[in-house]
């Protein structure tokens, strides 16, 4: 849900960007905007896209718009066939200069940590969830009745179990479990390694909220370089065939902005991803030992009679455990 309203809130970034400085192309780039941060979406959430596809994709499709609304601008609007032949020629001329690069470098070095911290995270809940319901051998189950119900044979139908007599039992029945930890502590550390690497370029946060300064900058440039880039388009597509048309005005939804300026001013304190992504390992650490210390949280927390009160041994009431009974 964060990564998903971060998705929106730089959509949202990029959409004011062309309604307030390029409002002319706003409604014919709307498309390409709303398709790029979907692509972004789909990548981060494990579909097969790939970031290098559909950033050259953005830019070829904004290229068209660029053409006709900066580089040789008018109230008409070339030919579909004619848009096609520029969109095709935008990798060859690179009206936007390198920044088309920098934006796949920024997104490939962002959206993959930030992808496989996600996998990570599904991967653990997949853990949990497999051991969240436990299936018991036979020995242990009758070890678990003798240590919890025999007492009740007795009338002694409020005592507990021994706590060494608990933790012999419940380790036993748990040693699969146990198994676990190493295992659940190296996967938090790599989770925590992982996190600490995502800042700067390696923060999607980051990336993702400046990408409307990129192509704000790609933009210029290519209305900088106008009269060269407008020879190069008539050499490769010859001159265009127009048909007359009006542009058409900016739809951009002013609640959606009033909402974007809203979350800015929330993210801009100490509501980041980044550091909800620190509040997240900080709270995990604190189950790194989680599996191989279950038996005696469990017996400690719930089972195990406390300490100096008669206890159940596994043959009497005692004051004392100081016999292991056979599991």
Not at 254 to 264: A, S, V, Y
Request: charged share 20%; hydrophobic share 35%; glycine share 6%.
């Amino acid at each position: 849900e964060t990564l998903e309203t971060l998705i929106r809130q730089a959509e949202n970034y990029t959409s004011r960007l062309f309604c307030n400085t390029y409002r002319n192309m706003a409604l014919e780039a709307a498309a390409s905007v709303q398709e790029f941060f979907t692509d972004v979406g789909l990548y981060l959430f494990g579909a097969d896209v790939s970031p290098e596809e559909f950033v050259n994709r953005f830019f070829d499709s904004l290229f068209p718009l660029v053409y006709n609304h900066l580089i040789n601008p008018g109230v008409t609007d070339s030919s579909l066939e004619y848009a096609e032949c520029i969109r095709m020629a935008r990798r060859d001329i690179s009206p936007f200069g390198s920044i088309p690069k920098r934006v796949m470098g920024q997104m490939g070095r962002s959206l993959l940590p930030s992808r496989t911290f996600l996998q990570a995270l599904n991967l653990a809940i997949e853990v949990i969830n497999t051991t969240d319901h436990l299936h018991f051998s036979k020995e242990c189950s009758r070890a678990l009745l003798k240590m919890q119900y025999c007492p009740h044979c007795q009338g002694l139908t409020l005592s507990k179990p021994c706590m060494g007599y608990c933790l012999n039992v419940v380790r036993g029945c748990l040693a699969h479990m146990a198994e676990l930890n190493p295992h659940w502590h190296t996967y938090i550390r790599s989770l925590e390694e992982l996190s600490n690497a995502m800042h700067g370029t390696y923060d999607v946060e980051h990336v993702l909220l400046n990408f409307h300064l990129l192509v704000n900058d790609a933009l210029l440039q290519a209305h900088v370089n106008g009269h060269k880039l407008l020879e190069q388009v008539n050499k490769i597509c010859g001159h265009p065939v127009r048909t007359p048309t009006q542009s058409p005005p900016c739809s951009f939804d002013p609640n959606k902005e009033k909402q974007g300026i809203l979350k800015t001013s929330v993210r801009n304190g100490e509501d980041t991803l980044a550091n909800r992504r620190k509040d997240f390992i900080n709270s995990l650490r604190l189950y790194r030992s989680f599996y191989g210390g279950l038996a005696d949280q469990l017996c400690v927390n719930e089972l195990a009679a406390a300490s100096r009160l008669p206890c159940w041994n596994g043959e009497d009431l005692v004051q004392r455990y100081s016999v292991s009974p056979n599991l």
